[in-house]
């Protein structure tokens, strides 16, 4: 690792190692997942974080993934075929991305939702009936292909939960409003899951 000119090259800066196999910059669900894969594979590893909290947007936008194939969809017999998901990304989002890039995103994918469930407690659930953005576009899902992480008790965290990134805003009653939820409470009073959510 090259370090600036400014930066003692004889010892650690800060409490910070000299030199280190990998560098991962933001404790946010990327992050954290990269910095949790190379040190499960015996590198060296040192996370970096701007801020005075852990967690970045994913803590604070609920988690949700849209990854398909994964086993929270296979569990929920939402699972389907690999191609329909390359034509769905690939309808919408053509070659603003490459298309071996897109694809292997989808080939791959699964086994990073696997690798945390095997390696953390935090486990993912299908969102039922959260449409995928286009539904209408070829390969898109009415009946969606998001999860969202199962609402579990962070106490476990300890001290550490004090630094986890604040919520935007409070939930009453410190109540979990999940995505499945929030589908049913953005209809209002159009239906009645609505007010009963």
């Known amino acids: 690792m090259s370090t600036p000119a400014s930066m003692p090259t004889d010892g650690p800066t800060d409490g910070l190692p000299a030199e280190v196999d990998v560098v991962v910059v933001g404790a946010g669900g990327a992050g954290m997942s990269a910095a949790l894969a190379a040190t499960k594979r015996g590198l060296d590893t040192v996370l970096l974080e701007k801020s005075g909290h852990f967690g970045g947007s994913t803590a604070r936008s ?61 486990r993912f659930t299908w969102v039922p009936d959260y449409a995928d953005y286009h539904p209408e576009a070829p390969g898109g899902r009415v009946k969606g292909r998001s999860c969202e992480p199962i609402p579990m008790d962070a106490s476990f965290l300890g001290d550490e939960l004090d630094r986890l990134h604040p919520q935007y805003t409070k939930a009453p009653a410190n109540m979990i409003v999940t995505q499945a939820m929030f589908r049913k409470i953005s209809l209002g009073l159009r239906t009645i899951g609505g007010p009963i959510t």
């Open 62 to 122: 609920g988690g949700g993934v849209w990854m398909p194939g994964n086993y929270a969809l296979r569990d929920a017999g939402q699972a389907d075929p690999i191609a329909e998901s390359k034509r769905y990304l690939d309808s919408i989002v053509g070659d603003v991305v490459p298309k071996r890039r897109r694809d292997t995103y989808l080939d791959r994918g699964p086994e990073v939702l696997d690798f945390i469930k095997a390696n953390t407690p935090l």
